[in-house]
């Protein structure tokens, strides 16, 4: 027994426990083996885990033999605790689930607990929920190839992708206050209108956001090894994709022009002019290719919708849902404003009722149950809101894509080689606070 | 429940207001009060001391609207004991809701994903919902939900399939659909339904040796002793004092 591996006898023969130290010099204490089967251990702290997942391989070689997948370790009871707060505050935990795609959360919440009640948001509202929820699919699609070039060791790809990120969460914080976990959208419309100056940081943003997309081609468009490490590897069907329940970029990559944004319309999609990129190849190279060119698309949507702004609500004309504060930033950061807080505590008690039995208590939702779908940058996010008629969800679940995808690791690796794991992984992009939730 | 409680107002005493739900008549005469036992005013959800109508989504009468119709029909003909199987049909919001027996699980199932008039490709999601109901504690209390889609004709349906906490057991979809696999786990790990057929139906979600299913109504918030640190975390209804 040496000292780096402790082994037991077991009815598949001797099994040795590696945890480190030189290959070489364990291998020269254990003697030759007659039989090798390497079972090996990733994460759920490796950095080329794409978080906290943890992966069983069993190597033949360097050859994926066989492999399981372990979630759970960011499990947050997110659907749990929704259902102890008021609709509103609903929104500051789902936000957190897909922390990369947060104002998807939001939004594919949002607009089934709409259809509970029966109310549509302000065409301003919707425009800027879309405005939004495009910004985010190019920052979430930023911190795939980013993370996914790291993890491959194109540690260039990682500084520029983050680079291209912070641009895209820079426009965050000018909107809604926040770079992440925003609670900006909700039920009834959004948390405020957009503040001066942002439109022309947008349409300053449309302009650095293509420069560095057109970087990024032109960094790894035609890298010889970035294209090596991903052609052929992680490959996955149409077929295998809607078996295993995979949408989104993997399921584009594969062939299917599958975009809810296409196929089943909301907040006004049907009226911009986009493409569905598309590959036929479905490995981890044509993911990427889709990636990319999604980013392109979003920004054009992003371009029309900035036309299409028009000055008017951002809530709906309903003071029984409304939030009755409007928000301002003040010397403290975003709170509520100081017109708003002088009406309800010197001007009117009725105001000062009506703000405090909505804030505290919140909105009655009809009962009955709902599912809504919106196309995240992962694929189908889908929410099932339950309402018994009361002031507090009865049951919300979320169709994560990244759990569902998840499921497909096994179908991307076994047979292939044990480096191709982590980019079949990080072509998959799974975020553990939506697999977990 | 502390012991103190009891020495409050019980809500039943606080004037009982029944809630009016607006639209939709589907309201029985079960009445529910407040959640998880609350007793006093300690309840800052606005129902500890109301009483209100529980909810059951009434059955839909043809014509159902939309592709519905259309859909059903086509149902019936690929599989004959539709009008064994299906309990309730409900139509709500636009969506389609077949409540159906679970030994009809799997034929429905392979119905809508293999005829040709139906094409349900896709199964989008399977979720568990708990109607928890404390005057009866035996009812169908467990539903397991399935989302179903239909790429070729952009159509979805929900599939709706009621347990007992007693015998939760129901058919996997593992075999027809294999994206069952995680999310029967996941529903099996928070709500304790048995999906039978299933290759490994273990714990996802929460640790493997974890006791009881969280996300069902009778389990609480908190209150749950902490393994990792010996702390208790009381349940909220006895976090703070707001009486």
């Known amino acids: 027994m040496t000292e780096f591996a402790p082994s037991r006898q077991t009815t598949e023969g001797r099994v040795y426990n590696l945890t480190g130290g030189d290959w070489d010099s364990v291998m020269a204490e254990v003697g030759p083996f007659k039989q090798e089967r390497l079972v090996l251990n990733m994460g759920p702290q490796h950095p080329s885990t794409h978080g906290v997942l943890r992966m069983v391989v069993e190597l033949e070689g360097e050859t994926v033999t066989d492999m399981r997948t372990n979630i759970g370790y960011l499990h947050t009871g997110i659907e749990k605790n929704v259902e102890f707060r008021t609709w509103t505050q609903g929104v500051t935990f789902l936000t957190r689930a897909d922390y990369l795609a947060p104002l998807f959360n939001e939004s594919v919440y949002c607009l089934g607990v709409e259809k509970l009640l029966g109310v549509e948001v302000p065409a301003r509202a919707q425009l800027i929920r879309l405005l939004l929820m495009e910004i985010n699919r190019v920052s979430s699609h930023w911190v795939a190839l980013a993370t996914g070039g790291m993890e491959m060791g194109a540690l260039t790809a990682m500084t520029n992708g983050l680079r291209a990120r912070e641009r895209c969460l820079d426009m965050f914080e000018l909107i809604t206050g926040l770079r992440m976990n925003h609670a900006f959208i909700r039920p009834g419309g959004v948390a405020q209108d957009l503040p001066e100056g942002a439109v022309e940081a947008l349409r300053q943003w449309i302009k650095d956001i293509r420069g560095e997309i057109n970087g990024l081609r032109k960094l790894v468009g035609q890298q010889p090894i970035w294209?090596?490490?991903?052609?052929?590897?992680?490959?996955?069907?149409?077929?295998?994709?809607?078996?295993?329940?995979?949408?989104?970029?993997?399921?584009?990559?594969?062939?299917?022009?599958?975009?809810?944004?296409?196929?089943?319309?909301?907040?006004?999609?049907?009226?911009?002019?986009?493409?569905?990129?598309?590959?036929?190849?479905?490995?981890?190279?044509?993911?990427?290719?889709?990636?990319?060119?999604?980013?392109?698309?979003?920004?054009?949507?992003?371009?029309?919708?900035?036309?299409?702004?028009?000055?008017?609500?951002?809530?709906?004309?309903?003071?029984?849902?409304?939030?009755?504060?409007?928000?301002?930033?003040?010397?403290?950061?975003?709170?509520?404003?100081?017109?708003?807080?002088?009406?309800?505590?010197?001007?009117?008690?009725?105001?000062?009722?009506?703000h405090f039995k909505l804030v505290t208590e919140g909105f009655r939702v009809p009962p009955g149950q709902v599912y809504t779908t919106v196309e995240s940058p992962r694929g189908e996010l889908g929410a099932h809101v339950i309402s018994d008629g009361g002031t507090r969800p009865y049951r919300v679940h979320l169709r994560e894509p990244s759990f569902v995808n998840l499921q497909s690791t096994a179908a991307l690796c076994i047979g292939g080689m044990i480096s191709d794991v982590i980019a079949s992984v990080g072509s998959i992009d799974p975020v553990m606070g939506g697999v977990d939730r | 429940m502390t012991d103190d409680a009891s020495t409050d107002q019980p809500a039943a005493e606080i004037a009982p207001t029944t809630i009016s739900h607006g639209p939709g008549d589907g309201a029985v005469s079960a009445e529910k009060h407040g959640m998880f036992g609350v007793a006093g005013s300690g309840d800052t959800s606005g129902f500890g001391g109301l009483v209100r109508d529980k909810w059951v989504a009434p059955a839909a009468a043809r014509p159902y609207g939309s592709y519905f119709d259309e859909l059903v029909d086509n149902?019936?003909?690929?599989?004959?004991?539709?009008?064994?199987?299906?309990?309730?049909?409900?139509?709500?919001?636009?969506?389609?809701?077949?409540?159906?027996?679970?030994?009809?699980?799997?034929?429905?199932?392979?119905?809508?994903?293999?005829?040709?008039?139906?094409?349900?490709?896709?199964?989008?999601?399977?979720?568990?919902?708990?109607?928890?109901?404390?005057?009866?504690?035996?009812?169908?209390?467990?539903?397991?939900?399935?989302?179903?889609?239909?790429?070729?004709?952009?159509?979805r349906i929900r599939l709706e399939v009621a347990l007992t906490v007693s015998d939760p057991h129901v058919p996997s979809l593992t075999k027809l659909y294999p994206t069952a696999d995680w999310q029967e786990r996941e529903t099996w790990d928070l709500f304790g339904i048995i999906y039978d057929g299933h290759p490994a139906l273990t714990r996802i979600l929460m640790p493997?040796?974890?006791?009881?299913?969280?996300?069902?109504k009778d389990y609480p918030l908190g209150g749950i002793h902490v393994q990792y640190k010996g702390a208790t975390i009381p349940p909220p209804d006895e976090r703070r004092v707001y009486k």
């Not at chain 2, 034929?107 to 708990?130: H, K, P, T, W, Y």
């Open chain 1, 227 to 354: 294209i090596n490490r991903l052609k052929d590897v992680g490959w996955l069907g149409v077929e295998g994709c809607l078996a295993l329940g995979v949408t989104g970029p993997m399921l584009r990559a594969a062939g299917l022009p599958w975009d809810l944004r296409k196929t089943e319309p909301y907040l006004g999609y049907e009226t911009f002019d986009f493409e569905v990129p598309t590959e036929d190849t479905g490995d981890c190279w044509a993911r990427f290719l889709v990636r990319v060119e999604e980013m392109w698309q979003s920004v054009r949507i992003i371009e029309q919708a900035l036309e299409r702004l028009e000055p008017g609500p951002v809530w709906v004309d309903d003071p029984k849902i409304a939030w009755p504060a409007k928000l301002s930033i003040g010397p403290d950061g975003m709170g509520n404003s100081l017109e708003h807080v002088q009406k309800i505590m010197n001007g009117s008690m009725e105001s000062l009722i009506h």
């Open chain 2, 75 to 155: 149902l019936q003909i690929v599989y004959p004991e539709f009008d064994a199987a299906v309990t309730k049909i409900v139509v709500d919001r636009d969506e389609l809701t077949l409540e159906i027996k679970r030994e009809h699980l799997l034929g429905i199932a392979g119905a809508l994903r293999n005829d040709q008039s139906l094409r349900f490709e896709l199964l989008s999601s399977v979720s568990g919902v708990d109607y928890f109901d404390a005057n009866q504690p035996e009812s169908a209390r467990l539903h397991s939900v399935y989302h179903l889609t239909s790429m070729t004709y952009r159509r």
């Open chain 2, 208 to 216: 493997d040796d974890w006791d009881g299913h969280p996300q069902r």
